[in-house]
């Protein structure tokens, strides 16, 4: 019996190997009793399915956060079929957030969540929107690092768009897209990064170049149309952090830049700029 438990101990551990964080709610206040007790536990399930789904083939280079909030709309039956419909928000308690208005999946009770190859119109959602967020995250660590996995989301995207549910796959597809094909985008978010890390690091003078590339793709990626929302979205999760950053690092070049870059922002940066 020992071993048993000693054995799934280290499944257990192996599963959680790669440290991810899923903090999932589901909101079914607008179904009717009996579909809204079938899917009492679905979040639960969801959030079990994303931290111990193997993303990657390599270990991730830190824990990662996973944040959903699943609103169901409606419950209909065709068949065997318990079909849903709903929309999420899903995000990395960060500067990633994405808003899903149009989804439809099918789920009876007791259904057990497995990743496979072939699309499921409940699972593959949770494969998108897990592989965009970490990709987007992977980004910051290295140079395009999300790659494989925007690759991977594109794929779930494109089996989606010819499924029987391809509600919202289209725009799916579309914006992983977006995404993974806007070099400035990305290039911005590992260089902002590289900046600190080389900063806090003690090579102040190796920031320079990083912060410089930051700032010119920043610039490049608010004023294009596919990238403008993503952008806007980093810039609110990190003005404060951004704009403390800047003064320390002490060139005042690079505030008035970032000032006339982000327009939104601009009254933080004016408080740092009058105590300069």
Known sequence: MKIIIYLLLFLTSLLNAQGITAEIKLDAKNLDETPRQAVSQLAEDI??????????????PTDFTIQATIYLDTYTESGYQKIYTGKAFWGNSDDQKYFDDSWQFTF?????????RSFNSLTSFLDYW????????????NEFGGSQLYTDARQVARSGTTDPFSLGWQERLDDIEKLSRNQNYR??????????DLWD????????????????????SIKRQDS????QNFLKAKYRELGDFLWEVGDLSYLQQLRRIDEDHRDYYDEILAEW
């Open 47 to 60: 959030r079990y399915y994303i931290e111990n789904t193997q993303w990657t083939f390599e270990d991730l």
């Open 108 to 116: 009876n009770e007791g259904d057990a969540l497995t990743r496979s």
């Open 130 to 141: 897990t592989l965009t967020i970490l990709g987007g995250d992977l980004d910051t660590w």
């Open 187 to 196: 290039k911005m978010k590992f260089a902002y990064y590289e900046a600190i």
């Open 201 to 220: 690091s003690g090579q102040k003078k190796e920031t320079h170049k990083p912060l410089k590339s930051f700032l010119r793709n920043l610039e490049t």
């Open 228 to 231: 403008r929302i993503f952008t």
